[in-house]
């Protein structure tokens, strides 16, 4: 089944303790992205990557690093959290970094809580 | 700067009838327009799509409209059912932007009995 895959689900963790949510895709797809959603402000993008080795930053890049060394892989490193870090994240993906025909497919979320 | 607007939070709806969700924007760059549904505990998914060229696109009961000069677009869902209950998000693409996605904030749809 072609999919987004998100871990972990949901994650509870303290200030300064750093973390990693992993994100694949099995599709081949070229672009990926990572969103946050918090309420009234829906989704912001806070990093993308058009193929591999080349990322750059999003909206809300501020406390995140990502990597991308493989196609299928995306992780998003928080290395020090924060609570204002608390959110909804989203990984996506798409064929291709063409504008226009960008129909992103999201995993299924990883929610997290920075206490 | 929210630069993609829906300015209601939320609407409820008798099944059967019309739902309108609306969405406004304020970049005149942007040139293709979707609408991502998003059910609890799952991420969104893509229900249509609309090219600024167009100003209607239909797919099934789920029918977008653009207003190029107001800035506006609209999906319509008729009839309505239960299982269109969700959270829909607006988003719009600029070309000079590397594909990025700028979404609204979401309205939830309640398709009530």
């Known amino acids: 089944e072609a999919q987004v895959t998100q871990n972990p689900r949901y994650l509870i963790t303290v200030t300064g303790k750093k973390l990693t949510v992993t994100c694949s895709q099995n599709m081949n797809h070229e672009y990926m992205s990572w969103y946050r959603q918090d309420p009234g402000l829906g989704l912001r993008q806070i990093y993308y990557s058009m193929n591999v080795e080349v990322t750059d930053k999003g909206d809300v890049p501020e406390g995140y690093k990502v990597s991308r060394k493989e196609k299928r892989n995306f992780p998003l490193i928080l290395e020090s959290p924060s609570p204002n870090q608390t959110s909804l994240y989203f990984c996506?993906?798409?064929?291709?970094?063409?504008?226009?025909?960008?129909?992103?497919?999201f995993g299924a979320g990883s929610r997290l809580t920075v206490l | 700067d929210q630069q993609v607007k829906q300015n209601s939070p939320s609407l409820s709806v008798q099944e059967g009838r019309i739902s309108i969700l609306n969405c406004d924007y304020t970049?005149?760059?942007?040139?293709?327009f979707l609408w991502y549904k998003k059910y609890p505990a799952e991420g969104p998914t893509f229900l249509i799509s609309i090219s600024s060229i167009k100003d209607k696109n239909e797919d099934g009961r789920f029918t977008v409209f653009l207003n190029k000069s107001a800035k506006h677009l609209s999906l319509h869902i008729v009839p309505s059912q239960p299982g269109d209950s969700a959270v829909y998000f607006c988003?719009?693409?600029?070309?000079?932007?590397?594909?990025?996605?700028?979404f609204g904030t979401g309205t939830r749809l309640q398709v009530t009995l």
């Open positions: 996506a993906s798409s064929l291709s970094a063409e504008s226009g025909a960008n129909v992103l497919t």
């Open positions: 988003a719009a693409s600029d070309p000079g932007t590397a594909s990025k996605l700028t």
């Open positions: 970049n005149s760059m942007f040139d293709y």
